[in-house]
């Protein structure tokens, strides 16, 4: 089976401006979670997404957001881009249950200037 | 906050020699998982145990889980430099439904 894709893997925006993080997990799974990555903070947990409905969030800002399409893909969205969110995110696909083992992707690097 | 908390933050050793990481935890857990990441890619899941297990092996690996203490711990023997990366503990709220929770990880080096 193919692993976690992760697109684009590299984004450099400039303040203020939005992005669209794109996510496929592996074939028959239908969790997705996300994950932000910081040297500072850590990996920190965004959301998860299960059969298209948001399962879990973190606490991170309504700017926030994601969405899980019906062949569970999924994407996040961050609006009004700051310097703090210069990170790596981190998507990972799980079977089922929220605990079950995550399949994590690449991750994509986004660099705010 | 279930968040667990790895010990030491960072470990540097020799080829061949072992390995021990610490993951401590504050509440009931459903399982406790460990992961490793290379510098700057995806987590890559090692070993899952759970709560009513008290060790367990994968190769080189072996885990064990305290859960009247709260902790875990994951050894590497015989360890290689290919071994060098950043070793997370990840625990599960029983139920299973809630978040997975990451500690901030132990970075092992480890030196040829």
Same mark, same amino acid.
């Given at each position: 089976k193919a692993g976690v894709t992760q697109t684009p893997r590299y984004l450099i925006k400039t303040r203020g401006q939005q992005v669209t993080l794109s996510c496929s997990p592996i074939s028959g799974h239908r969790s997705v979670s996300w994950y932000q990555q910081t040297p500072g903070q850590g990996l920190q947990f965004l959301f998860e997404y299960f059969s298209e409905t948001q399962r879990n969030k973190g606490n991170?800002?309504?700017?926030?957001?994601?969405?899980?399409?019906? =062949?569970?893909?999924?994407?996040? =969205?961050?609006?009004?881009?700051e310097l703090g969110d210069s990170a790596l995110y981190l998507c990972a696909s799980s079977l089922g249950q929220t605990t079950d083992t995550q399949y994590f992707g690449p991750g994509t690097r986004l660099t705010v200037l | 906050s279930q968040q667990?908390?790895?010990?030491?933050?960072?470990l540097s050793i020799q080829e061949g020699e072992n390995a021990t990481m610490n993951c401590s935890y504050k509440t009931s857990i459903?399982?406790?998982?460990?992961?490793r990441q290379n510098s700057g890619r995806g987590l890559v899941h090692l070993i899952l145990i759970r709560s009513n297990e008290r060790e367990k092996h994968s190769?080189?690996?072996?885990v064990t889980l305290d859960t009247s203490k709260k902790s875990s711990s994951l050894l590497i023997t015989a360890s290689r430099a290919a071994d060098t990366a950043s070793y997370f503990c990840a625990t599960g709220?029983?139920?299973?439904?809630?978040?997975?929770?990451?500690?901030?990880?132990?970075?092992?080096t480890v030196n040829p």
């Amino acid at each position: 089976k193919a692993g976690v894709t992760q697109t684009p893997r590299y984004l450099i925006k400039t303040r203020g401006q939005q992005v669209t993080l794109s996510c496929s997990p592996i074939s028959g799974h239908r969790s997705v979670s996300w994950y932000q990555q910081t040297p500072g903070q850590g990996l920190q947990f965004l959301f998860e997404y299960f059969s298209e409905t948001q399962r879990n969030k973190g606490n991170f800002p309504g700017r926030f957001s994601g969405r899980q399409f019906s =062949n569970s893909r999924s994407e996040m =969205n961050v609006s009004t881009l700051e310097l703090g969110d210069s990170a790596l995110y981190l998507c990972a696909s799980s079977l089922g249950q929220t605990t079950d083992t995550q399949y994590f992707g690449p991750g994509t690097r986004l660099t705010v200037l | 906050s279930q968040q667990g908390e790895e010990d030491p933050q960072a470990l540097s050793i020799q080829e061949g020699e072992n390995a021990t990481m610490n993951c401590s935890y504050k509440t009931s857990i459903n399982n406790l998982q460990w992961y490793r990441q290379n510098s700057g890619r995806g987590l890559v899941h090692l070993i899952l145990i759970r709560s009513n297990e008290r060790e367990k092996h994968s190769g080189r690996l072996r885990v064990t889980l305290d859960t009247s203490k709260k902790s875990s711990s994951l050894l590497i023997t015989a360890s290689r430099a290919a071994d060098t990366a950043s070793y997370f503990c990840a625990t599960g709220a029983q139920g299973g439904s809630e978040k997975l929770v990451f500690g901030k990880g132990t970075k092992l080096t480890v030196n040829p």
